[in-house]
């Protein structure tokens, strides 16, 4: 019974697989380099500038209230307030990234009507690892269009 489970969710998948290729044979496939993006676009730079300041400003008056309340609290109460400051600037992080990621986009989407494309990759993915460090993967891509530029501009 579960050998047949297998094969019918084998089969099925081999049917939508079909069906997308199928479907593909006129497909425009869109390229970017995010981190020419996050390098050279104007309107990137300056969202970035700013939120940088204010995560800096932010993680600054944290430390210096954390050292100010420091003597009038015991060890468990100061390691909970140190890590709900880690957890707000986390947030602040998340929030910002969120941030860029509409921006980018929203002019994504519009760079991609306008050329008609049905789909956007992008050449590169920056993560993180289990330490924190960024990490960059990137994707061998041959053919599609390269709307980098048509993004920079958009984002100016």
């Keep these: 019974m579960n050998l047949n489970k297998k094969s019918l969710c084998a089969l099925l998948m081999v049917g939508i697989i079909a069906i997308f290729v ?3 044979s006129n497909t425009k496939m869109g390229v970017v380099d995010t981190e020419r993006i996050m390098k050279e676009s104007p309107q990137i730079q300056t969202i ?9 400003q932010k ?7 954390l050292q100010n309340d420091k003597a009038n609290m ?10 709900a ?5 986390s947030g ?13 986009d ?8 306008e050329k008609d494309l049905s789909a956007v990759v992008m050449k590169d993915l920056v ?8 990490t960059k993967e990137q994707f061998v891509i041959q053919g599609g269009i390269d709307i980098t530029d048509d993004l920079i501009q958009k984002l100016q």
């Design 22 to 24: 199928s479907g593909c």
């Design 59 to 65: 993680q600054k008056d944290l430390t210096e209230k």
């Design 106 to 113: 929203k002019a994504m989407a519009d760079v991609s009507k």
């Design 127 to 134: 993560q993180t690892n289990q330490m924190g460090q960024p």
């Design 74 to 83: 015991s060890d468990a109460d100061y390691q909970k307030s140190v890590n």
């Design 85 to 89: 400051a880690k957890a707000e600037l």
């Design 92 to 104: 602040m992080e998340s929030q910002f990234n969120s941030e860029l990621k509409t921006t980018i």
């Design 48 to 56: 970035t500038k700013a939120q940088t300041e204010q995560y800096t």
